[in-house]
């Protein structure tokens, strides 16, 4: 694969470049361009977006920790807030170049940091990946979250999940809560369709952007683009329609 094909989103090329997920759905145009909005943002505080020039999903997102929109304690690492290598581009070196080329940008840091599941979740990054690649679990919270880190450098501290996303449990203890963010080009459509879902079935229902970096950094899971919590505890992250809403919400 030649490094030319890889390219970096900037201010410059966001608006005529597409940002992979969700880029031929259009149903998620609104949250198609609210990401792009958000990584605008994002931008200010060292939010890189790397991808494969293809038109598929095949890319990386990461930014320095203290600016990750994440609860954990990991200042000084560069923390990888999305990584995904569609099934039709694995096997051919896509995803370990662009984890290569994130780790060259964290060279002078002390590591590279990233949430994952300790057995396979949707819409969250392939723990064994990153094994493979040299990441070492830290830390932990119920119900699968791990943050794994991989440091850059001998006696680099050791990254933690804040004490706040700890507990699977959040403040509102009736009905069911989605928290989100524009992180995610699906959230918009897809939160609106399940507050359609769960009011249609007689739900309480609750519907929260997480509209700021420290909010997202105070959240009550590690994963933050989408989370949904039923009479307080957790449920998943994985984003549900009306054939997924059974199999989650009893």
Known sequence: M????IIK????????????????????????????????EQFKNGYTFRK??????VFIEYLPAEHAWVPIDANGYMHINCFWVSSQFKGAGYGKALLEACEKDAEQMDGLTV?????????????????????????????YFE???????????????????????????EGLVLYYTHGCPFNDYYSKELENIALKKGYKFTRIQIDTMEKAQNHFVPHTLYSIFQNGKFVTQDILNENYFEKFIG
């Not at 494969?52 to 999903?57: E, H, I, S, T």
Request: aromatic share 8%; glycine share 4%; proline share 7%.
């Open 2 to 5: 030649e490094a030319q094909k």
């Open 9 to 40: 989103l900037t201010n410059e090329n966001i608006d005529s470049e597409h940002i992979c997920c969700a880029f031929s759905d259009k149903k998620c145009a609104e949250g198609y361009q609210a990401k792009k909005e958000w990584l605008k």
């Open 52 to 57: 494969l020039d293809v038109r598929g999903k």
């Open 115 to 143: 949430i994952v599941a300790s057995k396979k979740q949707p819409f969250m990054s392939d723990k064994k990946f990153f094994v493979k690649n040299g990441f070492k679990v830290c830390d932990s919270a119920p119900p």
């Open 147 to 173: 943050l794994l880190y991989k440091p850059l450098r001998e006696g680099a501290p050791v990254p933690s999940i804040k004490p706040t996303a700890k507990n699977a449990t959040c403040d509102i203890e």
